[in-house]
């Protein structure tokens, strides 16, 4: 079968969401990258087109609801979207703001905000066309609190739920809808992190699992297993164990 013809990534400037760029720049393939750094952005887009896709840049802060709705929706009447990845994000260690209270207000708008940015524009329009795939990036910390982790496991916890919703509103429509959660994944988000970080994945080798999940149309891309059983379980267990667990492994 053959892949998605024209897909939007948002955060494509860097780190899973360029990986995820590459992975899929193909011959006869549409690529529309979103990203706030333009340089960047533009690299990228030299790379997947070297690559024989055509590509598309838009310099847009995910943010913005005013002009994520007129990005998304201007690159649909270009030309149908097959598939959109609702992927840019932000970790504590890359959020901007001078206290922790600023920081946490920005993970949440780029990371749950900047989702909604992204989806509600282009639902209605795959429903009204009965066809269509959306991709929410979310996490596996967000099945569990970690403590310095708040803001981004609430947002990611948030994602989730709102892509399990989606995907039941949607799918009697024609629309398939993929939560998508890795574990730990080597990117300038991760550089740097003062905490234990089992398991972690080279960038490229999480977005060929991605694009491998979202290809068979799964409900749930989550990886590796071992990390997903584990935080399945830790949210299963009793309070009071589950807390004194994160304690020994965040080492607090």
Known sequence: MAGPAA???????SGL???????YAAPGVRLVLFG??????????????????????AAVDVTDQAAMAAAVTATDETGPLDLV??????????????????????????????????????RP??????AGQIALMSSLAGFRGFPGMGPYAASKAAVRLYGEALRVELRPRGVRVSVICPGFVRTPMTDGARFPMPMLMEVEHAADAIQRGLARGRPLVAFPWPVHAGTRILAALPTAWADALVRRIMRV
């Not at 952005?41 to 087109?49: D, F, I, M, Q």
């Not at 329009?125 to 009965?130: E, V």
């Open 85 to 122: 990845i609702a992927n840019a994000g932000v970790a504590p260690g890359g959020a901007e703001g001078a206290d922790p209270a600023a920081k946490g207000h920005r993970i949440l708008a780029v990371n749950l905000d900047g989702v909604l940015n992204t989806i509600d524009p282009i």
């Open 7 to 13: 897909i939007l990534i948002t955060g494509a400037s």
């Open 17 to 23: 969401g360029a990986a995820l760029a590459k992975a």
């Open 125 to 130: 329009r795959m429903a009204a066309r009965a």
């Open 36 to 57: 706030r750094d333009a340089a960047r952005l533009e690299a990228v887009a030299e790379a997947t087109r070297a690559l024989g896709a055509t590509v598309e840049t």
